[in-house]
Each structure stands twice: as C-alpha cells, then as structure tokens.
C-alpha cells in the first residue's frame, strides 16, 4: 500500500537530469548580497543591458491596442520575413522566409529540433567541454549524447575527423555545434565549420548548429551553417546579441522538409510564441545601433580580463574569440573548480561558474567567466581576484 502511495509521488526517470550548478552560484551570491555583501556577477550568461528601446517601444504599443491572441504556429509572418532579411544583411545569403520557425528562446528550439530528427535511443555528438542543456535535454528524450573531446590542437572547436572516429565506434546520428560556444567562446572559422559540416553530412549525420552567440564575434566573423548547407538545422535567439533574454524568444531556420513536422511539433507542445516577445523581436532589428554599443563594451571588457587576469595569475584560457565568456585554467591553483568558485565568492565575492557544469571531464579545472558586465566591474573583479590569489 505504501509502495503504490510512494509511486504516485516518484518522478519519472527521464527527468533524473542534473541541475545546472550556475543555479547555485546564483543561489549563494543572492545570500552573501542579502547580508549586504556587494557581488560581482560573472556567473550567469546574460547581458547586463536592456533589450533595444525600439523593441520595448513595439511591445508597449501592442499592449496599448488590446487583445495580445495567439498567433501561427510557425510565428508571425511579418517577423518571419524580417529574420530572413536578417540573412540577406548578415551573411549575404537569400533564405526563403519558409523555412523561418519562431521559437520561444533557442531553448525550445533545441526540444523541437530533437523531437524532429532524432528517434529515442540516437546517438547525438556534442563539444566537450560545451552548454549542459544540450546533453540534458537530449537525456531527458531519450536520446544518448556523446561527448567528444576537444583539444588546443583543434582550438578546442569539432572537427570531422574526432566525429567521423566516433561515428566508426557506434553509429551517431546527428551532432550539435556551437560557434562562438560556451562556455569557451571560441569560434570554428568559415573553413573549419564547412569541412565539419561536409564530413558529417555526407555520413548521413544531421547537423544542428547553435548560433546563439552570432553577431558577438570578436577574433573573426562568425559563419552561419545555413550557408554551407540546407540541410543542417540553424538554432538562434535574441537573448543575446538583442539582450531579450528573459522575453524568451529565438528562432530556427528549418531544412524545407522538416517545416511541417515541427509545426505539427509546435502546435500541440505550445500553440504559439508569446505574441508580445514576437512583436518587440520585429521591432529589435531596427535596434542595431544600440546593440553594437552593447558589444563595444564587451570588447573593452573582454580587452580588461585578456590583459588584466595574466598579471593575477590566471595566464592560461581558451582562445576569447566571441559570446561574452572567457574559459580559465586554474590548474595552478586548484583542482576542484566548485571548491575554487565557492571560496572565490565567499572571500573575493566575485561569482563565477566552476568548469564542472560545463565538462564532467575536465571541468574541474576550469572556471567560466560572463563579461556582460560593465567595464568598471570587470576592472573591479580582477583586481579582487589578484588580492584574493595571493593570500
Ligand atoms: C550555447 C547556448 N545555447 C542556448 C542557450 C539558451 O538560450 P535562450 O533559450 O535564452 O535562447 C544558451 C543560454 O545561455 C546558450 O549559452
């Protein structure tokens, strides 16, 4: 009787995912402020500015009109068309407004597009070190992800050859890739990402490309995978670039034949994007002067932890090409990356995300650091971190 009773209560397997330890960060920095501590946040992965004044001012004209109803499935049309403008402008490249799905934040782009192509029991390759979600989610529906190693020799980034030997070992049905990534924000150039993309389709392994952190490219221009191929699946968002994170909204560009299965998919799990979020992302495009104001700040931050964290200790991380991270070795200093992020924020109450989170292989390691602060607190923070090391 107790068993049946217990029973009802239990959560299925498949939800058995690991919880993302940035939570915690988040977590114990909310309590050290609560006792009038001041944190510097370099943990969590989102701008500190604003979405486009542009954007917020469509969404408040909507709100003055009335009714906000549901809309297609697929998006509103005008914002459809206004994302494959966006190809034209960005990377030259003329994308029919068809094949443009309209997601709430990436993130249920990644659940769509994994429903779409891939059967449970599949195997999906991933970068590791690389985002958590992706192997969680994939988990969760029942998917397998393989995790394979990334390396300085290949600038951290996949490459045709480490997936075509996994593939060998065990069939892979599809790969994720991320350029710029995270938590490294390293970037694969154009060549690389083609002869990743070419290798893996012609061994019938689907492609999902994660361009999330495009527009935030620093080292080189970032390439998008629609341009090398119409078959790979393009996953992006206005979180970042457009600083709209908590308005939940991205998009898809989707192989033609694939279009309706993910608006049957969308339809049933969610009927439609938020109505609001779609109007502000219109709108947001108009929004790009500001937005490169935003990214010139990251640049000078990104110029103050490349030259200021050297001096402090921390000589060694990964190739700081796009996104706003910065990936620390801290090998020197500590083994065990959760122990070093904690004493960092209890002693130095500066937040970052220990490595762990990022690669249950070498993660402990490593530490992640978000500039999408402000360039005084970046300043701030190495000078707390170098105070801090050499106690
Ligand atoms: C690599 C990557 N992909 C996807 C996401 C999900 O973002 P969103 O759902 O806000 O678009 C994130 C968020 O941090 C990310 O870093």
Redesign the pocket.
């Known amino acids: 009787m107790l068993d049946t009773a217990k029973r009802l209560l239990m959560p299925s397997i498949r939800s058995n995912v690991p919880p993302f330890i940035v939570m915690d960060v988040m977590a114990a920095a909310a309590r050290i402020e609560a006792d009038g501590g001041h944190v510097i946040h370099m943990e969590v992965?989102?701008p500190a500015a604003p979405a486009p004044a542009c954007a917020v001012a469509a969404a408040q004209g909507a709100l003055r009109r009335g009714r906000i109803g549901y809309t297609a499935s697929l998006g509103v049309a005008s914002l459809r068309q206004r994302i494959a403008r966006h190809y034209a402008e960005t990377y030259d490249l003329a994308l029919d407004p068809a094949r443009v799905v309209v997601t709430t934040?990436?993130?249920?782009g990644?659940i769509l597009a994994f429903l779409a192509l891939f059967e449970p029991g599949d195997r999906v390759a991933l970068a590791n070190p690389g985002?958590p979600?992706y192997r969680h989610v994939l988990t969760a529906l029942g998917c397998e992800p393989v995790l394979l190693e990334t390396s300085a020799q290949t600038r951290w980034a996949l490459t045709g050859e480490n997936l075509l030997a996994a593939h060998r070992r065990a069939p892979i049905a599809g790969v994720v890739i991320?350029s710029p990534?995270?938590p490294t924000g390293t970037m694969m150039d154009a060549e690389a990402l083609s002869r990743l993309i070419a290798i893996a389709e012609g061994e019938g392994i689907r492609v999902i490309s994660?361009e999330?952190?495009h527009g935030l490219d620093y080292a080189f221009a970032a390439q998008t995978a629609a341009a090398v191929s119409d078959s790979a699946l393009v996953?992006n968002?206005?979180?970042?670039y457009f600083c709209m994170?908590g308005w939940?909204i991205?998009w898809m560009v989707v192989p033609e034949p694939l279009v309706r299965a993910i608006d049957r998919l969308h339809g049933n799990l969610a009927i439609s994007v938020p109505t609001l979020s779609q109007v502000a992302a219109e709108a947001a495009f108009d929004g790009r002067v500001e937005m490169e104001g935003v990214k010139h700040g990251y640049e000078e931050n990104r110029r103050i932890l490349t030259e200021g964290l050297p001096k402090v200790g921390l000589d060694k991380f990964l190739p700081v090409d796009g996104a706003f991270y910065l990936y620390a070795d801290i090998s020197r200093f500590s083994d065990d990356s959760l122990d070093f992020a904690r004493r960092m924020l209890e002693q130095a109450y500066v937040a970052a995300t220990p490595g762990i989170d990022f690669d249950p292989m070498h993660g402990r390691n490593f530490i992640r650091f978000c500039y999408a602060g402000s360039a005084h607190e970046m300043r701030e923070a190495v000078q707390r971190i170098g105070n801090w090391l050499a106690r």
């Open positions: 992965g989102q934040g990436s993130s249920s990644f985002y979600p991320a990534a995270n994660d999330i952190y996953i968002s206005f979180s970042k994170t939940r991205g």
